[in-house]
């Protein structure tokens, strides 16, 4: 008779392609499918931090940087780099290996995902500022970026695609992780779990969330191909996740889980202030030893690809694009008051129709009370 005591077992690896100094560890080959031109810089996660602490947005997460597809090569994968929240590596890289058939879920901080599926500029300003052009027509908190895609059962008329799921080690102490694994190991559904591990759930760190080896030792439980990966390293994301993908696809279909290791140098939200709970010296610590990218960029220059004067003309330029958009978007009127009853149903009950007819009452009766000028149609709009 024999137990297992998990504090004498072997931790499962981390995937790794190049160090913390930017090199690779096999002098042999090269990151496999990238290419010299696939390298951006962005500064809208700085942007909309600064416009939330001066109270032009009510909201926001920062994470991960803007970045788009090479317009002349019209390939879909883009490397940013840019000193940011630390996570970067994990959106961009993964992202990046993706098609434009396979399905995201994504949570709030795979704004580079969001850019890679299509998302402009545009598209961000006008979700932050829950402005008429904004895809969820103002009804969610800003950050929580979102598009409708049509999604039906595989079949051999389609291409061959799986389902992407990105959450937080947090969201692994949910109950939903554990009934989502199963049902997709016993059901073998080609679906991809994201997981990223940076350190904390909000305000709870990992210590007080679990005493097994991370979230990767979950996926081996439930019977799953899984692999735990450098989150600060772009190019093992990128190549953990096609190879996961081509996993995802055998066989008829099974899951895979992704653990990406990572630290979320950045406070959980605006709202939150995450020196009340971890010392500034080690997150100093962290942005000084092993920021993604601060690696990619000693990668780039060591390549002779970037250096200073590039990367000073790239940010500004990029900050004068974010910018524009931002004045764009901040100036737009908010959808019309309808809206706000509209999209659950293909008609209006009879209960919403008369919610929204009381609405329309009390603001012909109080007008001095609210503003109607920065909604599109004003009360007409109702």
């Known amino acids: 008779m024999t ?13 790794r392609v190049m160090d913390s100094d930017g090199v690779l560890l ?19 996660d700085v942007i909309m931090f600064e416009a939330q602490r001066q109270g032009r947005l009510s909201f926001y997460m920062v994470c991960s940087p803007k970045f788009q597809s090479n317009r002349r090569t019209h390939r879909t994968n883009a490397f940013s780099t840019k000193v940011s929240a630390g996570e970067e590596g994990i959106s961009v890289g993964s992202a990046a290996a993706l098609t434009p058939d396979d399905v995201v ?13 299509g998302f402009t500029l545009k598209d961000f300003m006008s979700q932050l500022f829950a402005n008429c052009h904004d895809n ?13 895609y049509p999604q039906s059962l595989q079949n051999p008329d389609t291409p061959p695609r799986i389902v992407a799921c990105y959450f937080g080690e947090g969201a692994a102490s949910e109950g939903d992780f554990h009934a989502g694994l199963n049902i997709a190991a016993t059901r073998s559904c080609p679906v991809v779990f994201i997981c990223r591990n940076n350190g904390y759930a909000i305000s709870t760190p990992t210590l007080e969330q ?27 994301v ?36 995450s020196f009340a709970y971890r010392a500034r010296v080690e997150v100093e610590d962290w942005k000084r030893r092993d920021n993604p990218i601060i690696r990619l960029r000693k990668w780039l220059e060591n390549e002779g690809l970037w250096d200073e004067d590039t990367e000073r003309t790239t940010r500004e330029q990029l900050r004068k694009e974010v910018l524009k958009e931002f004045g764009e978007a901040e100036r737009e009127k908010k959808p019309p008051l309808r809206e706000a009853f509209e999209g659950v ?5 009879e209960e919403a129709q008369e919610q929204m007819k009381e609405l329309k009452r009390i603001l012909e009766t109080y007008p001095e009370e609210y503003d109607l000028r920065q909604f599109k149609d004003g009360i007409n709009g109702l």
């Open 136 to 148: 969820g027509r103002g009804r969610n908190m800003p950050v929580h970026y979102g598009s409708n």
């Open 26 to 44: 096999d002098k042999n080959r090269k990151p496999s499918g990238v290419s010299n031109e696939e390298i951006l810089t962005c500064v809208m």
């Open 238 to 273: 990128y190549e953990a996740m096609r190879e996961a993908r081509r996993i995802a696809l055998s066989d008829g279909g099974k899951p895979v889980l992704i653990e990406a290791m990572s630290y979320r140098v950045s406070h959980h939200s605006t709202s939150d202030d």
């Open 210 to 236: 679990y005493r097994g080896d991370g979230i990767a030792s979950r996926g081996v439980g439930y019977g799953i191909d899984t692999i735990r990966v450098d989150g600060n390293d772009i190019f093992a």
């Open 105 to 117: 879920f994504a949570q709030y901080r795979e704004t580079g995902v969001f850019q890679q599926r």
């Open 345 to 349: 149903y293909e008609e209006l009950t």
């Open 3 to 15: 137990f297992i005591n998990p504090s004498e077992t072997t931790n499962i690896p981390t995937y």
